[in-house]
């Protein structure tokens, strides 16, 4: 039996622009939700666009920080501190809308 190498199952971009309050905040939630949620299943990429401007065309960043689910398709993008668990949850498919 052949043991198969696979990629993340979640790929994510974590875009930022330096080390600011909101971009500390976003990753620290980031890693957080990823490690209840997707144990083991999820790569984070943090790219800083004062570093990389360039970068931001790719996926048309506008604002940061922004969140970009590569992987699964199709690609999901949260703006903000990420600090409102059940919207990024959802926004990411990790958990699906509850209903009233």
Same mark, same amino acid.
């Given at each position: 039996? %052949?043991?198969? /190498?696979?990629?993340? /199952?979640?790929?994510?971009? +974590? #875009?930022?622009? @330096?080390?600011?309050?909101?971009?500390?905040?976003? +990753?620290?939630?980031?890693?957080? #939700?990823?490690?209840?949620?997707?144990? @083991?299943? #999820?790569?984070?990429?943090?790219?800083?666009? *004062? %570093?990389?401007?360039?970068?931001?065309?790719?996926?048309?960043?506008?604002?940061?920080?922004? +969140?970009?689910?590569?992987?699964?398709?199709?690609?999901? %993008?949260?703006? @903000?501190? +990420?600090?409102?668990?059940?919207?990024?949850?959802? @926004?990411?498919?990790?958990?699906? *809308? %509850?209903?009233?």
């Amino acid at each position: 039996m %052949k043991k198969k /190498e696979e990629a993340a /199952e979640w790929q994510l971009l +974590l #875009y930022i622009a @330096g080390q600011t309050p909101k971009s500390i905040k976003a +990753l620290e939630n980031i890693k957080k #939700y990823a490690e209840e949620h997707l144990t @083991g299943k #999820y790569s984070i990429e943090i790219i800083d666009l *004062l %570093k990389n401007p360039q970068l931001a065309e790719g996926d048309q960043i506008l604002a940061v920080p922004t +969140l970009v689910r590569k992987f699964p398709e199709p690609i999901r %993008k949260i703006i @903000g501190d +990420l600090s409102n668990e059940e919207r990024v949850l959802v @926004g990411l498919n990790i958990k699906p *809308l %509850k209903t009233l």
